[in-house]
């Protein structure tokens, strides 16, 4: 099992912080996704990266796949409520079809 | 973007009876399809890997008697939990590649009384 934890855990900030959400494991992914779910709903793809060191930025999101690509992180910048959820960060396996899910980040920004 | 749909959204069945949960693709065609379950503030683990025209590949400490797989056709596969039990309340979740991304369904809560 190719584990990936996210840090933090739990994080409720006020809008218009900044944060950083961070997906760290030991084993090497031929690429990585963020997702951001929901209660009640299936997660929600945000941004595949491939590339080592590679960022990719999605509106006030900023998304970086580690040079060894073993791990990744999410910045949000300028926080708002309708960002409010889970960000899971999920690698695909070298030679493997499926997924390895984070351990989870729930993030509350407060108005 | 790709859509995957799953039915049903939310289902509350009695203690030893079985509830089948279906995953459809619904602009594309996927062989392979992912079964996954979610507890409580939890993220999702993995429970089996549907493959169409063939067996599902279960993870460890999964049931695969308990947590039947039918991948019938490139669309449709289906999650059959058997003879359930209020352990298997849980919130389930199918999804489907598509190239290198994976397209979720809604998800389904199961509740078992």
């Known amino acids: 099992t190719q584990l990936l934890e996210q840090s933090p855990q739990f994080l409720s900030i006020q809008e218009g912080e900044n944060l950083t959400v961070y997906c760290n494991s030991s084993?090497?992914?031929?690429?990585l996704q963020w997702y951001r779910q929901e209660p009640g709903e299936g997660p929600v793809l945000l941004v595949t990266v491939v590339t080592g060191g590679e960022v990719k930025k999605l509106k006030r999101l900023t998304f970086q796949f580690g040079d060894a690509r073993k791990d990744s992180s999410l910045h949000i910048t300028a926080a708002q409520p309708g960002d409010t959820g889970l960000y899971l960060c999920?690698?695909?396996?070298?030679?493997?079809?499926?997924?390895?899910f984070g351990t989870g980040t729930r993030l509350t920004v407060i108005p | 973007g790709a859509v995957v749909s799953q039915h049903p959204s939310w289902v509350i069945c009695k203690s030893g009876t079985s509830v089948k949960i279906e995953c459809r693709s619904l602009d594309f065609q996927a062989t392979t399809m992912f079964w996954y379950r979610q507890f409580p503030k939890q993220s999702l683990m993995l429970m089996a890997t549907?493959?169409?025209?063939?067996?599902?590949?279960?993870e460890q400490g999964v049931e695969k008697d308990k947590f039947l797989i039918n991948h019938a056709s490139l669309t449709l596969s289906t999650l059959t939990v058997t003879s359930a039990h209020p352990e298997d309340s849980s919130f389930y979740i199918c999804?489907?590649?598509?190239?290198?991304?994976?397209?979720f369904g809604q998800g389904t809560r199961l509740t078992v009384v």
């Open positions: 999804s489907a590649d598509r190239g290198r991304n994976a397209f």
């Open positions: 549907s493959n169409e025209g063939s067996k599902a590949t279960y």
């Open positions: 999920a690698g695909e396996g070298a030679g493997a079809n499926n997924l390895f």
């Open positions: 084993s090497v992914f031929s690429s």
